[in-house]
C-alpha cells in the first residue's frame, strides 16, 4: 500500500511535548513522557533504552539485474510528487487483444508490493483507450469499487483490460478505473476514510500496480456476499463479486513468470540522492534472472496480505511487512528524537538500530537499519533517501528505503518457486 | 451538568457520537461478536488510574465489524469517547467515528498533501486538539485517534491500543 511520510501541525500549532496539556494526560517531566517522541528542539533524550554505544548497520549492496529481457521493466524513483516513490510504465490495451489493440503507455505508476491490483486514474487513459476497457458487470449492474488504503480512498468503476509490462502480458485483468466519471453516486460513507482519490493530482501519479502476494484485493469473503468497503454497484449497493471479477494483480494473470516479483532498486547516497533506478523483474526462479533457489536469500512466510512476525526492543511485532509503497520507515521507537513539526525522527547523527525477523529461513535474522535525521534530509532537495523514518506504533513498516540495495522477493499466494516453496513468502538479499 | 454515579455510564448523554461524543457502537457485554481480544475475555474492561479500582477512569467498549476489523472506543466515565483505536483487514468508518473531528483530519491530511506532493497511505497527523495515526496497508490497517487535552487524569497515549 502506497503510505506516505508526511506529518502536519494545524495552524493552533503542535506541542507535542505538552501532549495531554489542559486538564489531562501525562503527569511529571514531560520532556520524557512516555506517551510521546520527545520533540528534537528539546535536549536530546539520554538513551536509557540501550547503552551499548551506537552501531550503525552496514549499507546493502545488492546490484539490480539489467533491465532488458522481457520479464524486466525499469523502475524509476525521481522528482514526481513525493520522495522515495518507484514509478514504473504501464501498458494498456483493448481486453482480449493480447495487448496489441489500442494500447497506451501509462507512465509514472507507483510500484505498490502491499496493495494488490491495478488502480489508474480515467484521465490518465487516452480515451480512444479507454472506450474499449469493457466495463465490468455482475447482476447486470456496472460494478465499482472503494480502494481504501490508511489516509484515502478511492473511488471507482471496474474495467477489464490487456496489461503488459515490458514483455509480459496479462489479458482480461479486472482493473480499477479512479476518477471515473461516469460515476455519479457518492462514495458509500464507510469508505470516506480521509482524503479522496479522484486525479492524478490527489494521488501524486497516474495510478498504483499492487504487486504484492495477495492475487486479489478481496477473496474469498467478497465472493460470498457484499463485504463493506469493498464492492458496490454503480448505484451504492454493496454487491458480491466472483474472485476471478475481483481487481487482481496482473503479475499472477501472466501467462509466464507469474509467481511472484522482484523488485531490485540501486543503493543511494546516506545523504539522499537526486533520483534512484531499479528494476522490478517477474517470476521467481522462473529465468536465469530471477534466481532464488541458491541464494542466501533470509525468506519469511507470510500471510494472506504480506504481514510476518518480527521482534523490536523486546516487543513483537506481528504486522511487519516491506512495502516499497511506503516513502520511509514507520516504527515505534521511543528512544529516537522527533521533529515535531514534520513527524520524521531526527537524530543530532544518525543512529543504528536492529529489528529480528524471528521465523526467517533458515534461521532468524538480525536484520540492520539506519534513521538519519529527516529534517535535513528533507531539506536536502533530494527523492532518495535510505534512511528516513516516521514513529508510529503497532505496526513495523519497512518501507522504499529498506529496498536500496536490495533484492526483495514476493512469491503470489498459491504459486510455488523452487526457492521459496508455495506462496505467500516474502525474501531478501542485501548484496 | 450530572454528576455520574460510578456504577452508570447513562446519566449523561452528548449530543451526538464519536470521538468526543457518545461511543458510536452498543457498549454491552456483548459487544464483541468473535476473534481473540486483547482485552482478555471480557468486551468491556474498566480501567481506573493509578490502580484505584473503586473509581474507574475509563472504560474501553471492543467491537468487532463483519469485515473482522476490531475497533476500540475509549470513554471517559461521563460516557464521552476520547479515544479510539482499530485494527484489522479494512479501515473503519472513520467519517463516522471521528464525527465532528473528521473535516480537521481530513483537512490536516490535504494541507501535508498540499506540501509533500503525495500520500494516501500511512499517516500521523497531530494538532493540538486532535491526533490521528494510520498505519498498515491493504488489508491490514491499524491506528488510533484521540483527543489530547481529553484523556482522563493519568492516562497517556501509550494507553491507547
Known sequence: ?431 | MLVVATASFAAVVPAYAGLGGAPTYPVTASSTSAGALSLGDAAVARYAASGNTAAPAYTVSQTTLPSGTVVNEYITAANTVFALSWEGPTMPPLKTLLATYFPSYVQGLTDAHAVQGGGYGAAVVHQSALVVETGGHMGSFVGRAYLPQALPQGVSADDIK
Not at chain 1, 519469511?300 to 504480506?306: A, E, I, S, V, Y
Open chain 1, 1 to 431: 500500500m502506497r503510505k506516505i511520510a508526511w506529518i502536519i501541525a494545524a495552524a493552533l500549532g503542535l506541542s507535542l511535548a505538552a501532549c495531554g496539556g489542559g486538564g489531562g494526560g501525562s503527569s511529571g517531566n514531560s520532556n520524557t513522557a512516555a506517551n510521546a517522541p520527545a520533540a528534537a528542539s528539546s535536549p536530546a533524550p539520554t538513551n536509557t533504552v540501550n547503552s551499548t554505544p551506537n552501531v550503525l548497520a552496514a549499507d546493502a549492496s545488492a546490484v539490480p539485474t539489467l533491465v532488458g529481457p522481457g520479464n524486466t521493466i525499469g523502475v524509476t524513483v525521481s522528482k514526481t510528487g513525493i520522495h522515495n516513490q518507484p514509478m514504473v510504465t504501464v501498458t494498456l490495451c483493448t481486453p482480449g487483444t493480447n495487448a496489441s489493440g489500442n494500447c497506451v503507455r501509462i507512465p509514472n505508476v507507483i510500484v505498490d508490493t502491499a496493495s494488490f491490483g491495478l488502480r489508474l486514474v480515467s484521465s490518465a487513459i487516452q480515451p480512444s483507450t479507454f472506450s474499449t476497457l469493457t466495463p465490468e458487470v455482475v447482476g447486470g449492474q456496472p460494478l465499482a469499487e472503494c480502494a481504501l488504503f490508511g489516509s484515502g480512498y478511492a473511488w471507482g468503476t471496474v474495467h477489464y483490460a490487456d496489461v503488459s509490462l515490458s514483455g509480459e502480458t496479462a489479458q482480461n485483468v479486472p482493473i480499477q478505473v479512479i476518477g471515473d466519471s461516469t460515476l455519479t453516486t457518492a462514495a458509500p460513507s464507510e469508505c470516506q476514510v480521509g482524503r479522496p482519490l479522484v486525479t492524478t493530482a490527489d494521488l501524486g501519479a497516474n495510478g498504483i500496480l499492487g504487486i504484492g502476494v495477495s492475487p486479489n484485493d478481496c477473496g474469498l469473503a467478497c465472493q460470498q456476499g457484499p463485504v463493506s468497503t469493498f464492492y458496490y454497484t454503480n448505484a451504492g449497493v454493496g454487491t458480491a463479486v466472483p474472485i476471478n471479477g475481483q481487481v487482481t494483480n496482473p503479475v499472477s494473470m501472466f501467462a509466464q513468470d507469474n509467481n511472484g516479483v522482484i523488485l531490485e532498486m540501486a543503493q543511494v547516497s546516506d545523504t539522499g540522492s537526486p533520483n534512484a533506478q531499479g528494476t522490478l523483474v517477474f517470476g521467481i526462479d522462473t529465468q536465469a534472472n530471477n534466481a532464488l533457489a541458491g541464494t542466501s536469500a533470509t525468506l519469511m512466510r507470510t500471510n494472506g496480505n504480506g504481514d510476518f512476525t518480527s521482534m523490536y526492543n523486546g516487543t513483537a511485532q506481528t504486522k511487519t511487512f516491506f512495502d516499497s509503497g511506503s516513502t520511509v520507515m514507520f516504527f515505534p521507537d521511543l528512544s529516537i528524537p522527533v521533529d515535531s513539526a514534520s513527524g520524521y525522527y531526527a537524530p543530532t547523527t544518525t543512529v543504528g538500530r536492529t529489528s529480528i525477523l524471528v521465523g526467517a529461513s533458515p534461521a532468524s535474522t538480525v536484520l540492520g537499519f539506519n534513521i538519519a535525521n529527516g529534517v535535513t534530509l528533507n531539506a536536502s532537495g533530494n527523492y532518495a533517501f535510505n534512511n528516513l523514518g516516521i514513529y508510529l506504533t503497532r505496526q513495523f513498516d519497512f518501507g522504499m528505503p529498506f529496498f536500496y540495495g536490495r533484492h526483495v522477493y514476493y512469491g503470489i499466494s498459491g504459486k510455488a518457486s523452487t526457492g521459496g516453496g508455495t506462496g505467500p513468502y516474502v525474501a531478501y538479499v542485501s548484496s
